[in-house]
Every structure is written in structure tokens, then in C-alpha cells.
């Protein structure tokens, strides 16, 4: 955990650390949303309190973005995907 550049999200939100909240709950740190939830085969099945957090809708397609060395990102709109 020392090295892990996720160190002060999780210390600072233990219960997100030891998978305490419910899969797909969200935290606030930082102005950021962030949750835990298991990829099955590669998948990531999203319930529908993650559409709403995450301002998605059914049929939304989203690219996977690497915008930082911490955390996995998808991507619905903005001017990348524009």
C-alpha cells in the first residue's frame, strides 16, 4: 500500500479500502466520484444507481480512457469523444 498511488483516496476512505460500501456506491474525495465494482469475463455490469451517479442513460456507448496513473475512466461526452 505504500507505493500505490491510490494510498491517500483509500486511508482517507477505509471503508472503500475493505470493500465495506456496497459495490457500485459512490464516495466524494477530492470533487471525484469513485466506487469499487467486479469485472466478470471483462465485463462491467452497471446498476442502474451507477446510470444515475455517472448521468448515463441505456444504449450510451463509452470509451475507455486512461486520463490518469490512478484510476480507470470511462468516457460518454466531452470534446475528446466529440
Request: charged share 25%; proline share 4%; with cysteine.
Amino acid at each position: 500500500m505504500d507505493k500505490s498511488l491510490l494510498k491517500n483516496i483509500l486511508i482517507e476512505n477505509p471503508e472503500l479500502w475493505q470493500c465495506k460500501k456496497p459495490e457500485q456506491e459512490f464516495i466524494k474525495y477530492k470533487g471525484r466520484k469513485y466506487c469499487w465494482i467486479s469485472i466478470n469475463n471483462g465485463e462491467l455490469i452497471l446498476k442502474e444507481n451507477t446510470f444515475s451517479v455517472c448521468d448515463l442513460k441505456i444504449g450510451y456507448k463509452l470509451l475507455s480512457i486512461r486520463s490518469s496513473n490512478i484510476v480507470f475512466t470511462l468516457g460518454v461526452k466531452g470534446p475528446i469523444i466529440e
